[in-house]
């Protein structure tokens, strides 16, 4: 199976003749991860934000097959059906500010593809067809398809491979104010003046709240999100706020927006929408920006073929009222505690730039970029599952993990410095 998989499978982000390792994988439970060779590991990634009340969970089985039982898949296109209407009165009733309508599509970057032609539709459907680009933050990520790409970071995010093809959108510096601390003096200074020089062609400001994920895991002051809505409201240019990672309560929020208390005029939502069993991902949109889309007769131009899926809306309906039902907000507080308390000790180590913890995300930051493959190995060795990338080894683990399950995580981030020396 290996040789098979190495031979013909793509897996993410790796070559295709020199493919970093795969382990194979039988089985999933709680925060244990089984290998085919029977070890167990401690799941310290939520397969990617996604897996918040760990694998193989009975009411999540339960929403699947119960929904299979009725029907896999309908279209969309003419029909609707009670997991999609029961899922998007649950995100309205949770998400910040005035959201009122709701698009379900398949995956993270398809919601911000849709996110960005919503924002596009809008200013021209309102009489302002010069607005077309948009302006975001670098140290951003938004996906991989190519609007979003468009929005990721242009130094490491994925531009150089694309050059020429690209839309090309403005970019802000990346805010340097921590999170928890005030807006450092003239950080937001230079976003005030490019959406003051640009905002006669601005569609759109796109963002990830609070916590900027993929393009380098960096906790920034709420303060700066705060202003940085502020001016978008002065400037008539509509926020779109991109929680595919951080939604449902990954920094201590339900929401990242809610720790500065900004409201987007367009949410995305992905990864743990379905607590990591099915791909599905929304994009949420104010009555303003929809009626000024569908006035004069106006439509939204986007349809996917598994939109509004039964099995995904159904699983995610009950991951929603599973989480809201637990002790969430306790249990992240205690990642929290915990994940400080174990990573604290390697700010010392002389391979570590910096630690940072906010909520169920813990970050150890290094000076180089650290050996994948060999660290991973390492990691695998000690129990733990730790896929690090650059200069970035990080824990998002489920939020269900016991004391003991976040110590062999820590306890493996340590065996892996001493590799790096
Ligand atoms: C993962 C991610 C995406 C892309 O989601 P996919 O489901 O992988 O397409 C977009 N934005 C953010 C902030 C993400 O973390």
Redesign the pocket.
């Known amino acids: 199976m290996l040789e098979f998989d190495r031979r013909h499978l793509w897996h993410p982000y790796t070559s295709a003749v020199d493919p970093l390792p795969a382990y194979p994988v039988v089985s999933a439970a709680g925060c244990r991860i089984r290998l085919a060779d029977g070890r167990e590991l401690v799941d310290g990634m939520s397969s990617?934000?996604c897996a918040i009340h760990g694998y193989n969970h009975p009411a999540l089985n339960h929403a699947v097959t119960t929904q299979l039982g009725q029907m896999a898949h309908v279209m969309f296109g003419g029909f609707t059906h009670e997991p999609a209407v029961g899922l998007a009165r649950r995100l309205l009733a949770i998400t910040p500010g005035e959201l009122q309508r709701v698009f379900f599509c398949d995956?993270?970057?398809?919601a911000?593809e849709v996110a960005i032609k919503m924002a596009l539709q809008y200013q021209a459907a309102t009489g302002r067809p010069g607005r077309r680009r948009l302006l975001t933050l670098r140290g951003g990520?938004?996906?991989?398809t190519f609007g979003?790409m468009a929005v990721c970071d242009p130094v490491n995010g994925m531009h150089e491979h694309f050059a020429g093809v690209l839309a090309q959108h403005l970019f802000a510096p990346r805010p340097r104010s921590r999170f928890g601390a005030a807006l450092g003096s003239g950080d937001i200074g230079s976003f005030e003046a490019l959406i003051g020089a640009h905002a006669g062609e601005l569609a759109a400001v796109i963002l990830?709240p609070i916590v900027q994920?993929?393009g380098g895991m960096w906790f920034y002051s709420a303060d700066y999100l705060r202003a940085v809505a502020a001016l978008c409201r002065r400037h008539d240019v509509l926020l779109i706020a991109?929680e595919?990672?951080t939604g449902f309560g990954r920094t201590g929020r339900l929401f990242a927006c809610e720790h500065a208390g900004v409201a987007p005029d367009i949410l995305?939502v992905?990864?743990a929408l379905t607590g990591g069993y099915l791909?599905l991902?929304a994009t949420l949109a104010t009555d303003q920006v929809a009626e000024g889309i569908s006035a004069a007769g106006g439509v939204l131009m986007h349809g996917p073929t598994f939109m509004a899926n039964p099995l995904a809306t159904a699983v995610a309906c009950r991951s929603i009222d599973l989480l809201l039902e637990g002790p969430w907000r306790e249990r992240v507080a205690g990642l929290e505690a915990g994940l400080a308390a174990g990573l604290a000790p390697f700010a010392a180590h002389p391979a570590v730039a910096d630690v940072r913890v906010l909520g169920a995300i813990g970050v150890v930051e290094t000076h180089q970029p650290v050996p994948v493959a060999g660290l991973q190995r390492r990691f695998v060795d000690a129990g733990a599952w730790i896929r690090p990338f650059g200069r970035l080894i990080y824990l998002m683990p489920p939020y269900v993990i016991e004391p003991a399950e976040l110590a062999v995580l820590t306890a493996a981030i340590g065996r892996g410095l001493d590799l790096l020396g």
């Open positions: 990617w934000w995956s993270g970057s398809v911000v990520y938004h996906g991989d979003a990830e994920g993929a991109d595919i990672a995305c992905g990864k791909s991902a």
